[in-house]
């Protein structure tokens, strides 16, 4: 099995992070520390590694260290599939963020194709309750995990749409803006619910007959209104022409890919997963990232990074030790937070330990070796 792993990870003037440096060895992460310390920090440079605006969705500006306003950095050596890469993201203040790829600059997608990221967030803990718009973001990193040009679908669809939108606001009915701006839509559309739908699919034969200690979840994607949720690039076509005159009342597109949503099942106990306890919620979703990663060491030939904040802490120890043990059978280099070592202790020496504490606004970072 090939391997995905960050050898040496640098942030400079990164959040709390005046200067920091890890080297690594593609064995799982522990970073522990006290709340505050700068422990997501780290996961959130981490997850820039990835195009998109990171696990937090900070725009560039908010990221730099605050005591400093010269912009920021992060720099990656990685191992993707026994290549080696230089990973290279910053911005100066009041730009945008650059990305260079062994030393070139490259369009953030670029990072998708070498640099496979998938997350769970605290702030995802509320996910199958919450806003569709949650559900469709975690699916759709899976997603950019198996088909890194999904994201170009994605921003292309989202570029034309706007456009769309800005015309219904302006209540312009000239039908041949409208035509060309929905072909656009109708072509990355059916590219983006096909990806979608493969990817479900994947997921499932990933989940059948695995072995693993988390519950399956069976997925289906529909609309999140009561419209229906058009595949084909001609059923898109004909949606967003037959639904012009009820956009233009409501300012924007009221159909398509962009209103998708997640719905799981609970397999064994038939149950959706709104319906389940928080614990149940929880563990779903661990599931469905490390039956992610599943299909990726096979479809790809490495398993993705994953970043694991305050998932440790959420669950009891033989849980604990079963993630630890399905992380270190997959390969998968995975990046976890806790508040203290104790956390990690199933993990015996099968990890790199880092400490983080907080020192006069700035992050301190030590290796326990
Ligand atoms: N742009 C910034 N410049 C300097 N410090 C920042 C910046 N953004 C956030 N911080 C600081 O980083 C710290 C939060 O870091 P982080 O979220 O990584 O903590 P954590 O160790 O994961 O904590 P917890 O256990 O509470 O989740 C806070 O003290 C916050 O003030």
């Not at 990171?54 to 730099?64: K, N």
């Not at 999904?150 to 039908?175: G, P, T």
């Not at 956390?343 to 301190?364: K, M, N, T």
Request: charged fraction near 25%; hydrophobic fraction near 45%; glycine fraction near 8%.
């Amino acid at each position: 099995m090939g391997r995905l792993y960050i050898e040496e990870l640098s942030l400079s003037h990164f959040r709390s992070h005046r200067a920091a440096r890890l080297e690594l060895d593609g064995r799982p992460v522990a970073i522990y520390g006290a709340n505050g310390a700068g422990k997501t920090n780290i996961l959130e440079a981490v997850s820039l590694l990835s195009p998109g605006r990171g696990l937090r969705r900070a725009a560039p500006d908010e990221i730099g260290h605050k005591s400093v306003g010269v912009g920021w950095k992060i720099r990656a050596d990685l191992v993707s599939l026994h290549q080696m890469h230089e990973l290279e993201t910053w911005a100066e203040p009041g730009s945008a963020r650059t990305v260079r790829v062994d030393g070139k600059s490259a369009p953030q997608v670029a990072l998708g194709r070498i640099a496979r990221v998938v997350w769970l967030i605290p702030a995802m803990d509320r996910l199958w309750i919450e806003a569709p718009e949650g559900r469709r973001r975690f699916l759709d990193r899976m997603v950019m995990s198996f088909e890194p040009r999904h994201a170009e679908a994605v921003l292309a669809y989202e570029k034309a749409m706007r456009d769309r939108n800005r015309l219904l606001k302006d209540m312009v009915r000239d039908a041949h803006w409208y035509d060309a701006l929905e072909a656009q839509m109708a072509d990355q559309g059916a590219v983006i619910m096909t990806n979608r739908l493969n990817a479900l699919e994947r997921l499932a034969r990933a989940q059948d007959g695995a072995e693993t200690a988390f519950p399956a979840a069976h997925l289906t994607l529909k609309a999140s209104d009561d419209l229906p949720l058009p595949v084909e690039r001609d059923d898109l076509l004909a949606a967003y022409a037959d639904t012009r005159p009820r956009d233009m009342h409501a300012g924007r597109t009221l159909i398509g890919p962009h209103r998708a949503d997640l719905t799981a099942v609970y397999t064994a106990k038939d149950v959706a997963a709104d319906q389940c306890s928080t614990g149940e919620q929880k563990a779903l979703l661990i599931s469905l990232i490390l039956a992610n990663g599943r299909a990726l060491a096979e479809d790809f030939g490495a398993a993705p990074i994953f970043l694991l904040d305050e998932v440790a802490a959420h669950l009891d120890a033989n849980r604990r030790a079963a993630l630890y043990h399905e992380i270190g059978a997959l390969g998968a280099q995975a990046f976890m937070t806790g508040t203290g070592p104790e956390l990690f202790a199933e993990l015996d020496g099968r990890a790199a330990r880092y400490e983080v504490s907080e020192e006069g606004g700035s992050s301190l970072l030590k290796e326990i070796l």
